[in-house]
């Protein structure tokens, strides 16, 4: 595996495990109410990761930006499969971050990362060949 592409699944790894613990799903609470909105953008940026990871190690590419990533998930008929959760985590993490009136409950924003995360990260994870860990 490529050397950039093992740095783009570390830095996934350690913005989910930020996003579990700005949700307190770690086991830990940073504050109460948790801090919803920084935990869906590190859920987001994630997600960036680990399709960075992806594109890299199969096509040596880096996208420019997020649409150019996105077109790259649904292009690619090997992770098209989790554009809808990677389209959820893209979008509540922009809402988070630049819309003002924007609220999610504490409930429904442990879904983006223990669902939509995980569909991400596992079809990443299951193409490149590695194991998908248990969280």
Same mark, same amino acid.
């Given at each position: 595996?490529?050397? *950039? %592409?093992?740095?783009? $699944?570390?830095? @996934?790894?350690?913005?989910?495990?930020?996003?579990?613990?700005?949700?307190?799903?770690?086991? =830990?609470?940073?504050?109460?109410?948790? &801090?919803? #909105?920084? +935990?869906?953008?590190?859920?987001?940026? @994630?997600?960036?990761?680990?399709?960075?990871?992806?594109?890299?190690? *199969?096509?040596?590419?880096?996208?420019?930006?997020?649409?150019?990533?996105?077109?790259?998930?649904?292009? #690619? =008929?090997?992770?098209?499969?989790?554009?809808?959760?990677?389209?959820?985590?893209?979008? @509540?993490?922009?809402? +988070? *971050?630049? !819309?003002?009136?924007? =609220? $999610? =409950?504490?409930? !429904?924003? *442990?879904? $983006? &990362?223990?669902? !939509?995360? /995980?569909?991400?990260?596992? %079809?990443?994870? /299951?193409?490149?060949?590695?194991?998908? &860990?248990?969280?």
């Amino acid at each position: 595996m490529l050397g *950039r %592409t093992v740095a783009h $699944l570390t830095k @996934a790894d350690h913005h989910r495990a930020v996003a579990q613990a700005l949700i307190g799903s770690a086991g =830990s609470q940073v504050s109460q109410p948790p &801090p919803i #909105d920084w +935990a869906l953008v590190a859920a987001f940026y @994630a997600a960036v990761h680990y399709v960075n990871a992806y594109l890299w190690e *199969r096509y040596h590419k880096a996208p420019g930006d997020h649409s150019e990533r996105t077109w790259g998930v649904q292009q #690619d =008929s090997g992770i098209n499969a989790c554009l809808t959760s990677y389209d959820f985590l893209k979008d @509540a993490g922009y809402k +988070a *971050r630049y !819309d003002e009136t924007y =609220s $999610l =409950s504490e409930q !429904d924003a *442990r879904i $983006l &990362p223990e669902e !939509d995360l /995980r569909e991400v990260e596992s %079809t990443i994870l /299951r193409i490149l060949g590695l194991p998908i &860990p248990t969280w």
